[in-house]
């Protein structure tokens, strides 16, 4: 059984490869149109094409109804303290809320995974995510009004235990985990849909929050391309899943 399809990339959609932007080639690959797409969120302040361009991509994702969704990207800081986890949290908010008018948001349902991206190099804290976790939602609602809350997420490799013993303790202690997004690449490079194996793509840690996506291969088209994903084929993907990620605007906000 398979779910839907879905792609990562830290490179803007819009990118050229052999003269088709990446969203044209991951439908090429999939022989459908992706649901979702990940990209990257850091601070408002951060440059660079691996942050989220939306001048250059919102119109691409919405004009073939792609999802957004948003990876907080602080990944050398992610074993920090419970100040740090806090303090990034503040910054990931912020970026979102820069990036989409708050009335565009809400018109949407107000309510937004993000995925803290950990890649083992530092694992993950429980401090650090039990101060992200925390602010990740506060933050966003106190500086909307209430109108918005980001919903806090992790994505991390499958055989990064001490990140996945880290989310379960945090869990224990209080902090909220609404999905995890699991990296085990079965293939290198481009490949259609794999089936879904729960042996395969479920840590060997019992997890606070269910598995909401399978990365299951990386660098199709090498590193200017995506990495292929697919939704949890046991959850219902539009209310479960799609429904929290964010279909950007067809024209670029003003910011």
């Known amino acids: 059984m398979t779910g839907l399809p879905g792609a990562d990339s830290s490179v803007p959609v819009n990118n050229q490869i052999d003269g088709q932007n990446l969203v044209a080639l991951a439908a090429d690959l999939y022989g459908t149109m992706p649901a979702f797409w990940g990209r990257y969120f850091t601070s408002a302040g951060t440059t660079g094409t691996v942050e989220y361009r939306h001048r250059r991509e919102n119109r691409l994702l919405n004009a073939n109804g792609v999802r957004l969704l948003p990876i ?9 303290t ?10 990931n908010a912020e970026d979102i809320l820069a990036t989409f008018p708050v009335d565009y948001l809400t018109s949407l349902g107000g309510r937004f995974y993000m995925f803290l991206d950990v890649e083992g190099a530092p694992s993950l804290s429980p401090s650090y995510y ?22 806090p997420c992790v994505y991390a490799s499958w055989g990064d235990v001490k990140t996945w013993e880290a ?15 699991v990296a085990r690449w079965r293939v290198d490079g481009c490949s259609p849909l794999l089936d879904w194996d729960d042996a395969i793509v479920l840590p060997t840690v019992e997890l606070p929050c ?16 995506f990495d292929c994903d697919q939704i949890n084929p046991s959850i219902d993907a539009q209310s479960d899943f799609l429904n929290q990620l964010i279909l950007p605007p067809p024209d670029e906000p003003v910011t």
């Open 72 to 80: 907080a990207r602080q990944t050398k800081r992610v074993g920090g």
């Open 82 to 91: 419970r100040a740090d986890g806090s303090m990034d949290a503040q910054a």
């Open 130 to 151: 039990a101060g992200w976790a925390a602010t990740i939602g506060t933050h966003s609602r106190d500086i909307t009004g209430g109108q918005v809350e980001l919903l």
């Open 167 to 181: 989310l379960a303790a945090a869990a224990t202690g209080g902090a909220a985990c609404e999905g995890a997004w």
């Open 210 to 225: 269910e598995v909401l996506v399978w990365q299951y291969a990386d660098d199709c088209h090498g590193g200017a391309g």
